[in-house]
C-alpha cells in the first residue's frame, strides 16, 4: 500500500477517503493524529495495529460541535458547562454513551473520550461526514508526540492510506476530564489547568 499525500485544500478527497474506510493521518488543533469514520470497525483495529496501541484501549471520537456531541453521549448540567466554555478546544471530556453509539466501537465499555477540535479543516470534515470520527495520536503507544507531517510520514509511511501535508499546532496533548460520576476528575492535564476548570464546573 502507498500513502497517498495530499494538500489541507482538497478537502473533498479527504472527506471520500473517511468514508470509503481509510485511515488518515492529519493535524489536529493539538498533536498530529490517526482517524478513521467512527463506525468503521476494521480501519479502527488498522489504526491500533499501526500504533501498537493495545485492543482493549478504545479511541477517541471527534465530534462536530455540542449537538453532535448529545447524539452519541451523556452531558449533564455541570459538563455542558464546561463544554460551554472550553469548547471546540483541546478538552477532551469522558462520557456515557447512548444507544446510538454502538459497544463495539467503544470496545465494550459505556464510556467514550470525545472532543471538539478547534480546527478548521477537521470540523469541516466531521460535518460533511455527518458523523463523528475517531482520532488518536499519530504516534507509537507510549511513544512521543509529534507535530510535523514529515515526521509523520517517516514513521507511518506506507501504513496509512493517507496522509494531510500540514503541521499540527502543538506537541501538547488535550486536557482529559472525566465527569461520569458527577465528580470532576482531571485524568491528564494539558492547556486548560485543573484551577480553571474547577471554577466552571463547580459554578
Not at 509523520?152 to 496522509?163: G, P, S
Amino acid at each position: 500500500m502507498e500513502t497517498k499525500l495530499v494538500r489541507k485544500y482538497e478537502t473533498e478527497e479527504i472527506v471520500e477517503a473517511f468514508k470509503k474506510g481509510a485511515v488518515v493521518a492529519i493535524k489536529t488543533d493539538t498533536v498530529f493524529g490517526l482517524g478513521c469514520i467512527y463506525n468503521d470497525l476494521k480501519a479502527k483495529e488498522r489504526i491500533k495495529e499501526i500504533k501498537g496501541r493495545e485492543k482493549v484501549k478504545s479511541l477517541p471520537m471527534m465530534v462536530s460541535g455540542l449537538k453532535m456531541l448529545e447524539e452519541y453521549c451523556k452531558v449533564d448540567e455541570k459538563t455542558a458547562r464546561l463544554i460551554s466554555a472550553f469548547s471546540p478546544g483541546a478538552i477532551t471530556y469522558i462520557l456515557k454513551r447512548t444507544a446510538k453509539l454502538d459497544a463495539m466501537i467503544t470496545d465494550g465499555k459505556d464510556t467514550v473520550a470525545v472532543r471538539i477540535p478547534n480546527d478548521e479543516l477537521l470540523l469541516k470534515i466531521i460535518n460533511e461526514l455527518n458523523c463523528p470520527i475517531l482520532m488518536t495520536s499519530a504516534n507509537l503507544s507510549h511513544h512521543d508526540n509529534l507535530c510535523e507531517y514529515r515526521d509523520v510520514y517517516a514513521l507511518f509511511k506506507d501504513k496509512v492510506d493517507v496522509l494531510v501535508m500540514e503541521n499540527a499546532h502543538s506537541l501538547l496533548a488535550s486536557t482529559i476530564v472525566d465527569t461520569t460520576s458527577g465528580k470532576l476528575v482531571i485524568l491528564r492535564e494539558g492547556e486548560i489547568k485543573e484551577k480553571e476548570l474547577r471554577e466552571v464546573y463547580e459554578g
